[in-house]
């Protein structure tokens, strides 16, 4: 088995909990690689120098599984490399939060059962994510958990249309819309007032950020729609969306924005047979 090991070395100093990972693994017969989670500048903390890093299409060559050390940005980031290569990924907890994650770093000596094929694995929806402009696209984009759209730093607030299948939900003023997949459910989306889904459900959550208005309301719906969300026509505000976090792309008062159920799927690994709602209530403090 080849696992491909994909160390956040900003959250893993030194590395030391994905070199002990590796021991475990390799003690357990399998083959492992290192390979960065994203591109790490001059400033990253000191990597030993015996470890050696390869690049993402000679990691995943031939790979089985990947393990991913940091927090959910990070698991998010990698998650996204794992499913283009078709690779299942096991995120192990070194956040604040890590909702995503399976292990902690307690937890490290369960890795030995991914050898054994003694895992469960979990697919978990994406979403598609395009910018059109005057009738082209300009920007794609894939989202495990949500894609937002937020006002500029100057405007006080946006006006934006929302639709599904070309039948408008809401329309309103606010600092911007949250649309997330049953995973995102319970990160930013949230925050804002939008309900909890079961991460395996197929679904789009709608949820404004702080509109001024006492009718538009979070949305939960069926993962076929479509939806669009574009400001008001002739609009000279600036709005800006961001795709799991990443970096911002501007949007001008005539782009829309189209969101469907992406084609592929990540398949997380499943090792402790904790449930979703063990993980809700341990981590999010709800009792």
């Known amino acids: 088995m080849k696992i491909v090991l994909s160390p956040n070395p900003y959250r893993d100093k030194g590395l030391k909990v994905a070199q002990e990972a590796q021991r475990i ?8 690689v290192m390979c960065y989670p994203f591109e790490v500048d001059q400033k990253a903390p000191e990597i030993p120098a015996h470890i050696k890093f390869q690049e993402a299409g000679e990691a995943f060559q031939n790979a089985d599984l990947m393990v991913c050390f940091g927090g959910d940005g990070t698991i998010l980031h990698a998650a996204k490399d794992a499913q283009s290569y078709g690779v299942p990924i096991l995120g192990v907890n070194l956040g604040s939060v890590g909702f995503m994650a399976e292990l902690e770093t307690s937890e490290l000596s369960q890795l030995g059962r991914l050898v054994q094929n003694s895992y469960k694995l979990e697919e978990r929806m994406m979403l598609d994510v395009a910018v059109i402009r005057e009738g082209r696209e300009v920007h794609r984009d894939v989202a495990l958990n949500d894609s937002v759209i937020t006002k500029g730093a100057v405007a006080r607030v946006i006006d934006l249309d929302v639709r599904a299948d070309g039948i ?47 009718r538009a309301r979070s949305l939960v719906l069926d993962g ?25 792309f501007r949007l001008g008062g005539s782009d829309q924005v189209e969101l469907r159920r992406a084609k592929g799927k990540v ?21």
């Not at 600092?175 to 949230?190: C, F, N, R």
């Not at 002739?234 to 709005?239: H, L, V, Y």
């Not at 904790?274 to 999010?284: D, E, G, P, T």
Request: with cysteine.
């Open 25 to 32: 693994l390799r003690r357990s017969g399998a083959e492992t």
């Open 224 to 248: 076929q729609r479509v939806v669009t969300v574009r400001m008001s026509k002739n609009s000279r505000k600036t709005a800006y969306l961001s795709v799991d976090g990443g970096k911002a």
């Open 267 to 287: 398949q997380l690994v499943r090792l402790t047979g904790r449930s979703f709602y063990a993980a809700v209530n341990q981590k999010l403090g709800r009792i």
């Open 168 to 214: 408008q939900t809401s329309r309103f003023s606010g600092d911007g819309l949250i649309v997330a997949t049953p995973t995102g459910s319970t990160a930013y989306s949230l925050s804002a007032g939008g309900p909890i889904v079961e991460p395996t459900a197929e679904n789009i959550i709608i949820s404004p950020i702080c509109p001024h208005t006492l």
